[in-house]
């Protein structure tokens, strides 16, 4: 209750509609949020899930979306200095985490061995030109010094939701993914990279030109800073930082 006492000020006299483009690692959790939202408030996010990339080039190109959530920094404050979002709007909303994961018990080892053994046909990655986990998963390869041998074995998907199926599948063996895609899951085997072999993954989030006079765009990134958002993004796995 004091949650929506404290956003219905900021939401508009009858219930709104918020456009909202939502980073693929971050889709368990964004309906959550969206669900717990429109129960404090009675406005309704539209979520749409892809990759970073991706969003950026349709927001450059028109797109109406209204509030961007990004799986990286870089994006965010691209299009703010485009004059595309609102001034002084960007945040950091999570801090993303990177997992080796495989839908087969025990193929994955806690230490991560398997990438050296390499007894496997198949690696999933995200792009890492439009996912910033993909970038994450070939950062860590390299740091590792395995990149080379394990090149070959990659299966890219175009956002970190179809490198989860890609794995989920069988479709490749074991594959770089979002903690939070797995930290729920009671199956399979997972290695949780250390950050020290890839830069921290700051999620940021924008309000976009066509939300910057919307109050209940305006209500809903208020409410990713507040303490019941913050706790829903930390069970999934991710650092905040407010």
């Known amino acids: ?9 900021l939401a508009p ?3 709104a509609s918020v456009s909202v483009a939502v980073a693929a690692n971050f889709t368990a959790p964004a309906r959550e949020l969206a669900a717990d939202f429109q ?7 539209q979520l749409s899930f892809g990759s970073s990339g991706q969003f950026a080039a349709q927001i450059t190109q028109g797109a109406p979306f209204e509030v961007f959530l990004s799986a990286d920094a870089a994006r965010p404050e691209k299009l703010a200095k485009m004059g595309l979002g609102a001034p002084g709007s960007v945040f950091t909303y999570a801090t993303g985490k990177l997992v080796l ?8 080892d806690d230490q991560g061995k398997v990438l050296r053994a390499g007894k496997f046909a198949h690696i999933a990655i995200a792009n890492p030109q439009a996912a910033p986990y993909g970038a994450a998963a070939i950062e860590t390869m390299r740091k590792l010094g395995v990149y080379a041998a394990l090149a070959p074995k990659f299966v ?8 989860y199926q890609f794995v989920a599948t069988g479709n490749a063996e074991l594959g770089f993914v979002a903690l939070s895609q797995v930290i729920k899951a009671h199956k399979g085997s997972a290695w949780r990279v250390p950050q020290s072999l890839y830069t921290p993954i700051a999620q940021d989030a924008v309000l976009l030109k066509p939300g ?3 109050p209940a765009a305006r209500a809903f990134m208020a409410y990713l800073k507040s303490p019941a958002a913050l706790a829903v993004i930390r069970a999934y796995g991710y650092a905040t930082t407010h």
Request: net charge negative.
């Open 1 to 9: 209750m004091a949650l929506a006492a404290a956003l219905l000020p």
């Open 13 to 15: 006299a009858c219930a």
């Open 39 to 45: 129960h404090a408030t009675g406005d309704t996010l």
């Open 101 to 108: 994961w495989s839908a087969v018990p025990g193929l994955v």
């Open 156 to 163: 890219t998907g175009e956002s970190i939701n179809q490198t």
């Open 212 to 214: 910057e006079n919307d």
